[in-house]
């Protein structure tokens, strides 16, 4: 009676929807009866009852596959609109057995499983692809199966959909580009700020000839040079669509985090700044806008 109260509630977890496979089944099954009906063959009787018998087993034993797997999402990547990403899901056994042959569905993206070994735990990273930023959240998710036989396809439905938070997608003018092009605030060329010692690795463009003749090589250096300049970005000079503006000042915001450069981005009534928010702050400010 225990295996039996186990047996019913594994199998309410567990759907199963008909194949192409089974429509195969069904016709030989079919075609056996009546070639027995029609000449009464004892080789063609004991051929239909193994037919069945291999059929009906499938479905007690997929579901015994798939049942005892539990699924959970853990968490996401960094995810950005139009741009690869990942989840990251926890699949564990609590079987005695393995389970075969399992896959990983959230939305229109899967990925193989595989085996998964009796009481154990196995972590999986589910691609995806956003369309859009904001509030990412999966309409449907689940395990499959087509163990043992692929005559039935079993689906064990994960009852904590994935949620996360996508990013703009990050385009637009690079951050060096921008910067050359900077004729005020962080400065060009012709932007003079003084002079510096000659370490001999400068270009001959940026000597200052009139320091050589005096006997005291020097270079020249420029406003926008200096390390220690913290870049300033305005929203609405940035693009012509806040969604413009938007996938910019990201691309921006992850250039300054690998560069260890700190800014302050002006946004409509409020003003960011990298020292202060942090970086994880300020993607999210530009995804939730």
């Known amino acids: ?34 070639e027995a009906y029609m000449h009464n063959f004892n080789l063609v009787y004991i051929t239909l009852f193994f037919v069945f018998a291999i059929a009906f087993s499938a479905g007690p034993l997929g579901t015994r596959n798939i049942g005892k797997l539990e699924a959970e999402f853990e968490h996401s990547g960094r995810l950005f609109a139009n741009q690869e990403g990942k989840l990251f899901f926890r699949i564990i056994n ?21 085996r998964v070994d009796a009481n154990a735990t196995k972590s999986v990273s589910l691609a995806i692809t956003p369309q ?27 009852p904590q959909l994935p949620k996360a938070l996508v990013y703009p997608e990050p385009k637009g003018v690079s951050l060096r580009s921008f910067l050359h092009t900077q004729k005020m605030h962080f400065g ?9 010692s000659y370490s001999g690795s400068e270009s001959l463009s940026r000597i200052h000839w009139p320091s050589v003749a005096k006997g005291e090589p020097a270079v020249k250096t420029f ?36 560069l260890h450069q700190s800014f302050t981005i002006k946004m409509p009534n409020k003003l960011l700044k990298s020292k202060k928010e942090g970086i994880d702050v300020i993607l999210e400010h530009l995804a939730r806008y």
């Not at 999966?138 to 396809?153: C, D, G, I, N």
């Not at 000079?237 to 992850?254: H, I, Y």
């Open 94 to 114: 609590q079987s005695s057995s393995p389970a075969w042959a399992i896959t990983l569905h959230c939305d229109d993206s899967s990925v193989n499983v595989g």
């Open 188 to 196: 060009e060329e012709k932007d003079f700020d003084g002079l510096a």
């Open 1 to 34: 009676m225990r295996f039996l109260r186990t047996f019913i509630q594994t199998h309410r977890r567990v759907r199963q929807r008909a194949t192409r496979y089974s429509l195969l089944v069904v016709l030989m099954l079919f075609g056996l009866f009546l």
């Open 223 to 258: 406003v926008h040079e200096q390390s220690t300049q913290e870049l300033a970005f305005d929203f609405y000079r940035v693009g012509k669509s806040d969604e413009e503006r938007l996938s910019q000042l990201t691309l921006w915001v992850l250039a300054c985090e690998k």
């Open 132 to 158: 859009k930023r904001g509030e990412y959240s999966a309409t449907e998710s689940y395990l499959q199966s087509y163990f043992p036989l692929s005559t039935v396809r079993f689906l064990l439905y994960i």
